[in-house]
């Protein structure tokens, strides 16, 4: 597997080995030795699957006490994965990364804890899969909203009108954000 870092600390981009044949493929998603080989030594406790729609729109959630750190990918369909660094004392506080992760492309993005996460939904019948290193915790969870001009993503809209949760409609700017030291 290939780990790439990115412009955001300790955030690093997962390209697994795939093994095809006329079967059609193979591949590790997570193994605790190489991961860890290969700097990431994680303890996950809690594994989620989401799917939805093309043009929905899921975060930015953080949870704060309890901060989750999380390993996504996509198993059928297609995202646009975002991150905002949450932690002030971090020299990317406030900056934000995103990708693609699709069934196609297998890519994984080792999301540490002190990020806001979500994602855009390209493709209807999109599957979410990720493993989280701290248990879900709804009071201490949060939102960031999607479009706070002063984070500014570039979210690939095409023509799509993002459709939220009414709890992610609520989301709070940065300026707001209850952020990690
Ligand atoms: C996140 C979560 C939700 N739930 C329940 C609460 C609620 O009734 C229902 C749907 O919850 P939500 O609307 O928060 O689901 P969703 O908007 O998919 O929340 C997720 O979004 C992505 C972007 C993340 O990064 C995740 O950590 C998580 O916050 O599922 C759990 O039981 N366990 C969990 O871990």
Redesign the pocket.
């Known amino acids: 597997m290939e780990v790439t870092p990115t412009p955001i600390k300790d955030a690093v981009v997962i390209q697994p080995r795939v093994f095809g044949d006329e079967r059609g493929f193979f591949m590790e998603s997570w193994n605790q030795k190489t991961f860890c080989e290969k700097g990431l030594n994680l303890d996950f406790v ?1 594994d ?1 699957q ?1 799917r939805s729609s093309r043009g929905i729109l ?4 953080y949870q704060n006490p309890a901060p ?1 750190g ?1 390993l ?1 990918r996509v198993t059928a369909g297609s995202v646009f994965d975002v991150i905002v660094d949450l932690r002030r004392s971090s020299q990317t506080f406030g900056k934000w990364f995103g990708l693609e992760l699709s069934s196609a492309n297998k890519t994984m993005l080792w ?1 540490p804890p002190g990020m806001a ?3 855009l939904c390209l493709e209807d019948g999109t599957d ?1 899969l ?1 493993k ?1 290193t701290d ?2 915790d ?1 009071s201490s ?1 949060h939102c960031l909203r999607w479009d706070d001009p002063e984070v500014g993503i570039s979210w690939p809209l095409d023509g799509i009108v993002p459709q939220l ?1 009414a ?2 409609q609520n989301g709070r700017s940065l300026a707001e954000t209850v952020g990690y030291p």
């Open positions: 809690q989620n989401s899921r975060g930015l959630h989750q999380k996504v999301v996460h979500g994602f979410f990720y989280c248990l879900y709804p969870e949760s709890k992610d």
